[in-house]
């Protein structure tokens, strides 16, 4: 047989020919700023679990990805198709890096966006695009993650003012924040407020001893008699509406995200079964080796035509809720069978930094995790099939 020119795993699905150029393009640059600034130093940044937040975001802002599908206000106003590509991208580097700006953009500066009021906008959206004030998103608590209706944090009116107590847990970029979207219990039902993270009796500790999304900043948030005034409130959103409203627009980034995750380790897999020598030839040539590749492959390339299918529903304004849960719960499940398999071809140097197989893996034990589990989107799913709620 003709020796046969390697193709890379999604070149197979020509997926480029479902990208139009502008998104393209808005890809490449974000690729390029992921391979000079984030690769070498990722390995580094994870051992040590620390990054250097606000010099990224800074860099995040030039670069234009924060907000970047928003209108206005500084933001770029892209399609939701490039937003999803450069969540792959990002997510390609490190899934704490896309971490960073999906809180930034599709939680933190989409609340504002969607549901704050032009006082609100004005003051923090361009300062955010920009990446000169970090924004973080707090809804989870230690008792409440998947059922976030349960939320004990409360905020009650005060002679004009609003004040907040509670604790919030869990909450990426806390530590590191100008500002905090908090959502919490009042006489009106759930609200949302912004919290300028100054203000006496907010704190922010860090939770340490992660072993996942080392490159990421989690944190407890403390609200301990924070006093706010009456136009803090977000305007637009009453009841957990609001906040589901955000958590929809992240989900849809992880969409994509998750499959950059895997591209890396399927890339990184494939190169390195080329040059390892097992048994005198390479590992590559084995049918055991082709054959993981073959099914990672697949399910790499579906993930992606899921995922630009989704993103034309969500630029036509079609796209619902339950269907960006087929897409997190399909890429997410996949990627992470994806990173863990490919550790496997990689024997023993999987397991180090060296290689981002294992980082990659283990990052997105918590891209399964957050922003609604699986077995919260097969729910999701289920409901829409049966008409039957399980949640309870
Ligand atoms: C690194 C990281 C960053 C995060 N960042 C943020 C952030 O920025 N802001 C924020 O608000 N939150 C954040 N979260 C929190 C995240 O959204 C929650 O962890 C998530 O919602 C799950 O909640 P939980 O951890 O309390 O798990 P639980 O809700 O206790 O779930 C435990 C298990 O029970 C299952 N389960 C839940 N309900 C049911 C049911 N009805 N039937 C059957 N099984 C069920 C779950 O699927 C899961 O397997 C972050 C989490 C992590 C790990």
Redesign the pocket.
């Known amino acids: 047989m003709a020796p046969v020119t390697p193709r890379g795993p999604l070149a197979l699905f020509q997926t480029e020919s479902l990208i139009d150029e502008e998104d393209r393009a808005i890809r490449d640059t974000v690729r390029r700023f992921v391979e000079d600034k984030i690769r070498p130093e990722i390995a580094d940044w994870y051992e040590s679990g620390s990054i250097p937040a606000s010099e990224l975001a800074l860099e995040l802002g030039a670069l234009g990805v924060l907000g970047m599908h928003l209108e206005g206000y500084g933001c770029a106003g892209t399609s939701a198709t490039a937003y999803g590509l450069a969540c792959l991208e990002l997510e390609a580097g490190d899934s704490g890096l896309r971490?960073l700006v999906s809180?930034q953009g599709s939680?933190a500066m989409f609340a504002i966006w969607q549901h704050g009021s032009e006082e609100q906008k004005q003051e923090w959206l361009p300062r955010m695009a920009a990446g000169e004030a970090i924004g973080?998103?707090?809804?989870?608590e230690a008792d409440f993650?998947?059922?976030p209706a349960g939320m004990r944090t409360r905020a009650r009116s005060d002679g004009g003012d609003w004040v907040l107590n509670g604790t919030?847990m869990?909450?990426?970029?806390g530590s590191v924040a100008d500002l905090a979207v908090v959502w919490a219990q009042t006489d009106q039902g759930i609200r949302g407020f912004v919290v300028p993270t100054n203000t006496p009796g907010f704190s922010a500790p860090e939770i340490k001893k992660?072993m996942?999304?080392r490159a990421?900043v989690?944190s407890e948030l403390v609200l301990d008699n924070v006093r706010l005034p009456a136009s803090a409130v977000l305007p637009g959103a009453a009841g957990l509406s609001g906040p589901l409203s955000c958590l929809n627009e992240a989900r849809y980034g992880i969409v994509f995200g998750a499959l950059g995750a895997a591209r890396d380790c399927l890339e990184t897999a494939i190169a390195y079964a080329q040059e390892r020598e097992i048994f005198d030839k390479p590992l590559a040539a084995y049918q055991a080796t082709q054959l993981k590749l073959a099914d990672m492959t697949l399910e790499l390339g579906k993930g992606m035509l899921l995922a630009l299918h989704l993103g034309r529903l969500k630029d036509a304004g079609q796209l619902e809720p339950t269907q960006v849960s087929l897409g997190k719960l399909n890429n997410v499940r996949e990627a992470i069978a994806i990173a863990r398999e490919c550790r496997t071809i990689l024997g023993a140097a999987g397991i180090t930094l060296e290689y981002p197989l294992m980082r990659h893996a283990n990052n997105l034990e918590?891209v399964l995790?957050?922003?609604?589990?699986?077995?919260?989107h097969q729910?999701v799913i289920g409901q829409s099939l049966t008409g039957l709620s399980?949640?309870?």
């Open positions: 971490s809180v939680l973080c998103f707090g809804l989870t993650g998947s059922n919030k869990w909450i990426t970029n992660k996942s999304l990421s989690t918590s995790t957050y922003e609604g589990t699986s077995e919260v729910m399980a949640f309870r």
